[in-house]
């Protein structure tokens, strides 16, 4: 079982860049993004979206928080791996368009 201490960077950092949520949020809002400015809202997004899915494991008994305080580094991180999901999104959608548009 994970066990989420109170300053702990390298579980802060495996919860946040392999948190589903912040993952296929951050992904998903930034394909559907047409401008760059929408990838800041799509990381936060991602980072509160992985947040409540953090706090519902906490909640239900698959992660055991011994502490407090690790809250705010896990937002913040999921919001910078959130964004760079966004990205990525908005990145390969960018290329689609482009291929979809060259072939017409």
């Known amino acids: 079982m994970l066990d989420l201490k109170t300053f702990d960077p390298a579980t802060l950092i495996m919860l946040a860049a392999l948190n589903p949520a912040v993952i296929v949020v951050g992904f998903w809002m930034g394909l559907k993004a047409d401008q760059w400015q929408?990838?800041?809202?799509?990381?936060?997004?991602?980072?509160?979206?992985?947040?409540l899915l953090l706090y519902f494991a906490v909640f239900v008994g698959a992660i055991?928080?011994?502490?407090?305080?690790?809250?705010?580094?896990?937002?913040?991180?999921?919001?910078?791996?959130?964004?760079?999901?966004?990205?990525?999104?908005?990145?390969?959608?960018?290329?689609l368009r482009r291929l979809d548009?060259?072939?017409r």
């Open 38 to 51: 929408k990838l800041i809202v799509a990381a936060m997004a991602a980072s509160l979206t992985g947040f």
């Open 64 to 95: 055991h928080a011994s502490s407090i305080g690790g809250e705010a580094g896990i937002v913040v991180l999921q919001l910078i791996f959130g964004l760079f999901w966004a990205v990525a999104g908005f990145l390969l959608a960018k290329r």
């Open 101 to 103: 548009g060259s072939q």
